[in-house]
Nanobody
Framework: EVQLQASGGGLVQAGGSLRLSCAAS????????IGWFRQAPRKDREGISY????????HYADSVKDRFTVSSDNAKNTVYLQMNDLRPEDTAVYYC?????????????WGQGTQVTVSS
């Protein structure tokens, strides 16, 4: 059974930082891409960062580029999202997901998410 458990969310002031973690299980970690999307109230789901399945390259949405960094520890089957210079518009539930192909919507499993709230 594929499982993805995100953690590390919380309340932070604008300009602050958080590091999200996601422990994956139930599949061979390096056979898939992995990454993050978020969903804010009354907004569409937004893919924000992922590690490509084929060449392990990293990809970022324009909204988070140069502020967020995705990384993975293959030995621990864990993906991280370091978020710096957080803004109120980053407030959302963040989900880690398994990516099966390139592109922002090619994911097939995700966990229950972790809330990130950025106060102004």
């Amino acid at each position: 059974e594929v499982q993805l458990q995100a953690s590390g969310g919380g309340l932070v002031q604008a300009g602050g930082s958080l590091r999200l973690s996601c422990a994956a299980s139930g599949f061979t970690f390096t056979d898939y891409g992995i990454g993050w999307f978020r969903q804010a109230p009354r907004k569409d789901r937004e893919g924000i960062s992922y590690i490509d399945r084929s060449d392990r390259s990293t990809h970022y949405a324009d909204s988070v580029k140069d502020r967020f960094t995705v990384s993975s520890d293959n030995a621990k089957n864990t993906v991280y999202l370091q978020m710096n210079d957080l803004r109120p518009e980053d407030t959302a539930v963040y989900y880690c997901a398994r990516w099966y192909g390139p592109g922002w919507y090619t994911y097939d499993y995700w966990g229950q998410g972790t809330q990130v709230t950025v106060s102004s």
